[in-house]
Structures are given as structure tokens and as C-alpha cells.
């Protein structure tokens, strides 16, 4: 049970409006100090878990060797038709999402991934809702890539920040790249061999074989970090313990 700390250092306090002035500010300092303090450790604790991994080990290996195209082609042209590679994951509490990774590659003419000009990031409520329009329903932002050096395998793996919040449940995910045709040629997500085996091939409007979406036995390598969204409960009570502490103080 928690019990609010009482001074018993024998000192009176100061009787003249300077001092009392002095022992208020002094003590407003201590408290924005030790709040700040109790509030990074929370932040220490609650960061930095990995949601979701359908990549695996940095050489590669978790590959599957085929690539989902995910791509708006540039320019706008009647004769293309944008298409999504879209993967689920499900969140068993509330989360803050702050990036997503993925395995880029590419193929017919694709030479140089920093020729693709934007990077959009969506999250979907359902297959319905990608089918309907590749711009997310629950969270659609733009994304400036980190290329990581470290990966060995192939293509290319690439981080970019989001900052959503998901409560409990079912999301989709895609990456769509803007990228110029036939210029650049297809760009796309890898397949993985980690995962649930459900992913799909998306284009609302297109006029492909699987339009508007076709749903596969794939993985999709995709990797999605976050922090959950509920502070631990130490920390709570370390907040709690401040303020009871730098509010009787302050009396």
C-alpha cells in the first residue's frame, strides 16, 4: 500500500514571504526532477519490442525467393494499375507502433531502389477495406526510408517510422512504393517463410487476374516494432510515490 512520505527533519519553515517563495521554488524543481526521472524510467520499460518478424536472420535466410509487387506507377498512366502486397498481424494489447521494416527487391529493369520517389505506409481495418482503396482506412502516412547496411541477404531491407496507436486485435499492412515505369521497373515486398501463410495480392482497381485482391498461402516479409501503450505497473507506482511525496512537502 502506498504511503505518502512525511519530512520529520525538525526544521521550521521559513516565516517570511522570501523564504517561503525560495522553499517553493526548490521544491518545484525537485519535483519536476524526480517526475521526470519516474517518467523516463517508464519509458525505459515500456520500449522497443518487436510486434511482428516475418524477416528473420539479417543473411537472408528466412526468405522464400518470389517478390509481391507493391507499387504506384509513375507516371499516372490508363495502360497501369497500382497494386499492394499486403500481410496481417494481430496485436494482443494496446500498442504504439513506431516503424516498419521490410525486404524490398524488384524486377524487368529494376536497377537502383534510390530511384523510388516515396514510400506510404498503410494499416488496414480488413481485407475488405484494402480490396475498397490501398490507402489505409485506420493510418496512411509517408515515410522517409533507412537503408540497413547490415542485411546480407537479398534485395534490400529498409526501416521506415510511423507513430499510430492500435488498440487489441486483426490489422493489415501494407508498403507502396511511388516508383517510375517502366523506368525502374516492378518493385515489391519479398515472400517470407515466417509467418501464418495468408497474405494477399491487391488492386482495387485493376485489371489483373486476382483484381481486386487475391488471398495466398505466402508470407510477406515484413517486420513491425512498437511499444505497449500501458505504463508497468512499478512505474506507476514510482509516479504516484513523487507526487504524494512532492505535494506533502509542499503543504
Not at 504506384?72 to 497501369?80: A, G, I, Q
Not at 488492386?203 to 485482391?213: A, C, E, H, K
Not at 510477406?220 to 511525496?245: D, E, M, W
Amino acid at each position: 500500500m502506498l504511503h505518502c512520505l512525511r519530512s520529520h527533519m525538525g526544521v521550521e519553515p521559513p516565516t517570511t514571504h522570501q523564504g517561503s517563495k525560495r522553499r517553493h521554488k526548490g521544491m518545484s524543481i525537485v519535483r519536476k526532477a524526480l517526475i521526470g526521472s519516474a517518467i523516463l524510467g517508464i519509458a525505459a520499460v515500456a520500449s522497443g519490442d518487436v510486434l511482428l518478424d516475418q524477416i528473420g536472420p539479417m543473411d537472408g535466410s528466412a526468405l522464400a525467393g518470389n517478390t509481391y509487387g507493391s507499387m504506384h506507377f509513375l507516371p499516372d498512366s490508363p495502360k497501369t494499375d497500382d497494386l499492394g502486397a499486403v500481410d496481417n498481424f494481430t496485436l494482443d494489447q494496446a500498442n504504439v507502433l513506431d516503424s516498419v521494416e521490410f525486404v524490398l527487391d524488384g524486377w524487368y529493369y529494376f536497377d537502383d531502389p534510390n530511384d523510388i520517389v516515396q514510400y506510404e505506409i498503410n494499416i488496414y481495418s480488413g481485407i475488405q477495406a484494402v480490396a475498397e482503396n490501398l490507402i489505409g482506412d485506420l493510418y496512411t502516412s509517408i515515410s522517409e526510408p533507412v537503408f540497413i547496411d547490415s542485411w546480407t541477404g537479398p534485395g534490400y531491407l529498409l526501416r521506415l517510422a510511423i507513430d499510430v496507436e492500435l488498440e487489441p486485435g486483426e490489422y493489415f499492412l501494407s508498403v507502396i512504393m511511388s516508383n517510375p515505369y517502366p523506368d525502374n521497373g516492378w518493385v515489391g515486398v519479398a515472400t517470407s517463410e515466417l509467418g501464418d501463410d495468408s497474405a494477399w495480392a491487391v488492386s482495387p482497381n485493376g485489371d489483373y487476374v486476382f483484381s481486386p485482391f487475391l488471398a495466398t498461402s505466402d508470407n510477406l516479409a515484413y517486420r513491425v516494432t512498437g511499444r505497449a501503450n500501458v505504463p508497468a505497473p512499478a512505474s506507476i507506482t514510482l509516479l504516484i510515490g513523487v507526487f504524494c511525496f512532492t505535494t506533502r512537502r509542499r503543504r
